[in-house]
């Protein structure tokens, strides 16, 4: 009898991803005035329904959302939906109190401190890279945390080494760095996609408070790698705004 061995992928393993979803959308104006800005339409779908669809039919089945604005609408929207009976969905209650971004994964950490690799995705953020490939391969090394990046024409930007080490943030516009590193001619920057993965673990001696992420990642990449990786998707969107919301529309609604 021939002998099948079995890598740890083949197992049924969790995927996790983090979902943040707590922001007020104060750019969408009256769209957001009565509900979240998770629940926004984007054709026929809320944007919590485009990034959840997107992200099970890339085999992750562990989600973790968090909310502040309306929340309880999202809340009913994930029990009213049949098809998020078989996934598990947990929610960051932020409803008293808005963390930001980085105090949001501070917050939210009890609920997967546990799992090796976490996905964390803007809400916002509407695209096709392959998160799947990146998150298992992101399981497989040492890696503290990878950034996807791309390159694109906006002000704030990450700056990196030239072996893709972060080494903090630079505004074009005002020329201002924030980092512990000292920047030269080699570093490269670049944009940051709403998109990132992190080993859980290193977040845990952080002290609970409103913070950005980028202020926990200028002290995490002080002891391990912070990386860039840059992504070349077919199609990349923040819905920040309405002119957003409907370029990326009209966009999907032409590769039908």
Not at 91 to 109: H, M, P, Q, V
């Amino acid at each position: 009898s021939s002998k099948t061995s079995t890598t740890y992928m083949d197992i049924e393993m969790n995927r996790t991803a983090f979902i943040l979803a707590a922001g007020i959308g104060s750019r969408l104006k009256d769209m957001t005035q009565n509900m979240p800005k998770a629940l926004v339409n984007l054709n026929e779908k809320k944007l919590i329904e485009v990034t959840l669809d997107n992200l099970i039919s890339q085999d992750f089945n562990n989600f973790i959302i968090n909310i502040h604005h309306y929340g309880d609408q999202i809340i009913d929207f994930i029990n009213e939906t049949e098809k998020y009976k078989d996934v598990k969905i947990e929610f960051s209650d932020e409803r008293d109190f808005l963390y930001n971004t980085g105090g949001a994964i501070l917050k939210a950490l009890n609920l997967f401190k546990d799992e090796p690799a976490v996905l964390i995705h803007n809400v916002d953020i509407v695209c096709d890279i392959d998160l799947k490939r990146l998150y298992d391969d992101f399981l497989t090394n040492e890696d503290a945390s990878w950034l996807l990046t791309n390159e694109r024409n906006n002000k704030r930007k990450l700056v990196f080494d030239s072996d893709d080490d972060y080494l903090g943030r630079y505004n074009i516009d005002t020329q201002e760095y924030i980092g512990n590193f000292q920047i030269n001619d080699n570093c490269r920057l670049l944009s940051f996609c709403g998109v990132h993965f992190i080993k859980p673990r290193y977040f845990i001696d952080f002290e609970l408070k409103p913070c950005y992420v980028f202020d926990l990642y200028d002290e995490i990449a002080k002891k391990a790698k912070v990386k860039s990786k840059q992504v070349r998707p077919s199609y990349w969107y923040d819905l920040g705004t309405k002119e957003q919301l409907k370029e990326a529309s009209e966009w999907l609604s032409s590769q039908k």
